[in-house]
Structure formats: structure tokens, C-alpha cells
């Protein structure tokens, strides 16, 4: 298994621009979630999804937008990219589990710089 | 959600054993106690988790206090790969939203060879 990647691993945005992060998940899990880290704090839930078709606002939302068509792909789309979206974007999916952990499994990483 | 409380640095000496704290004085009985750590340029990854009685499993054990206010991760013999912050987060396991977590700051751990 591949596990949760996402693409790109690096992206240089300007003001104004639009993109879209990829992220997938082999492990056959309902769950799927985007989080924003931003330097030296925690990690700040942006979007989550509990299953294909079916999102739900995070924290964070304002200025992204998502979509869950199928189990295994969680797109983030950016619009109108703005300086404070300067970030590490994780994707992470996780499953209802026997043990109640619902242990989430995070991806590497995009690190996006809007300028 | 109930917060948690963690120092903002701890430091260890390699193959020393090593207590990392978290207090939680407002935890209800529904919520879980998580341990994440991430490792420096990757994403978080899952240590251990508990209700109300001890755990142990390959990474890690944890000790939950009696009256579940605080919570301590052990890492039996720290080694430089354990270098990094780790995350002290309750998840409530009631309702429709049980599956979602709350990262604080966390505890950055360094480990001395």
C-alpha cells in the first residue's frame, strides 16, 4: 500500500492564482481530512469528509473549497490565492476502527508559498 | 472541545527513558486520549491512545491518571529518531463528529547522543 500521497510536494503560488492539491488514499478508509500548518503551531483543520459525496467545513475553511467523488480522492482547491495561505498542507484518512483509536494516517505533505 | 496542557520543549539523553506530560483537567468520561508525534518535514504519525486504564504497545506506553486529569507518554528508551513534537490530544468519542481531532503546539523533544 501506498498510503495517503499527495501532489505536488512543493508549490510557488501568485496573489490571485488558483490551484488544486491532490491527495489519495489506497487503504480503503470513509474518512478523509485536509489540515493547514503554518510555522512553529499545531495543525489546523480545514476540510473533512466522512465518506464519497459527503464534506463538512473544518476550522479553517475560508478560501478552499473540496470535493470526495470517489472513496480514495480528496481534492483542495485554492481560489483567488492570497499571502496568508502560505502553509504546509497534510491530507489525512482514517477508518472506524475496532479499537476506537479512528487512527488518522497523514500524507507528506504540500508546502505551498503564496507571494 | 477539552483542552490540553504540554510543555513547550522537553529534552532527553539517547537511550534514557522519557515522560512526557499532558494535563487535562477538563476531560469528560467520553474522551479518548491521543498521543500523535511528527517528525521534522513529515506528517504526523500515531503513538498510542487510552481511555482510563494503561497502555502499552510497540512505540510507546501510557499512563492515565485515576481521576484522568493528566496523562504521561513514556518512551522507554529514547533514541535520536524519537526526536520530535509530540501531541497530546483528547478526542470526545460521542456523537457524529468522534473521529476529529484537535492539534495544540505540542511538546518538541530533543534527544542528546
Known amino acids: 500500500n501506498a498510503g495517503v500521497t499527495q501532489t505536488p510536494k512543493f508549490r510557488i503560488l501568485k496573489i490571485g492564482q488558483s490551484m488544486t492539491l491532490q491527495c489519495a488514499q489506497d487503504?480503503?478508509?470513509?474518512?478523509m481530512y485536509w489540515y493547514r500548518q503554518d510555522p512553529g503551531m499545531g495543525l489546523k483543520l480545514i476540510y473533512y469528509s466522512v465518506g464519497a459525496g459527503i464534506t463538512d467545513k473544518g476550522e479553517v475553511p475560508n478560501g478552499y473549497n473540496v470535493s470526495r467523488s470517489t472513496t480514495e480522492d480528496f481534492p483542495l482547491r485554492l481560489e483567488l490565492a492570497a499571502p496568508s495561505q502560505t502553509s504546509v498542507y497534510f491530507c489525512?484518512?482514517?477508518?472506524?476502527?475496532?479499537?476506537?483509536?479512528?487512527?488518522?494516517?497523514f500524507g507528506p505533505g504540500t508546502r505551498l508559498t503564496v507571494t | 472541545d477539552a483542552k490540553t496542557t504540554q510543555p513547550n520543549s522537553m529534552e532527553s539523553n539517547e537511550e534514557e527513558p522519557v515522560h512526557l506530560p499532558c494535563n487535562h483537567s477538563t476531560i469528560s468520561g467520553t474522551d479518548y486520549i491521543h498521543w500523535y508525534r511528527q517528525l521534522p518535514s513529515q506528517g504526523p504519525e500515531y503513538v498510542i491512545h487510552g481511555l482510563t486504564s494503561n497502555v502499552n504497545n510497540r512505540m510507546a506506553s501510557l499512563a492515565i491518571a485515576e481521576d484522568r486529569k493528566s496523562s504521561t507518554l513514556i518512551l522507554h528508551r529514547a533514541t535520536l529518531r524519537d526526536a520530535a513534537v509530540y501531541y497530546c490530544i483528547l478526542r470526545d468519542a460521542r456523537g457524529g463528529s468522534n473521529y476529529k481531532l484537535t492539534f495544540g503546539k505540542g511538546t518538541l523533544l530533543t534527544v542528546n547522543p
Open positions: 489525512a484518512s482514517s477508518y472506524s476502527s475496532t479499537d476506537r483509536s479512528y487512527e488518522q494516517y
Open positions: 487503504m480503503n478508509h470513509n474518512y
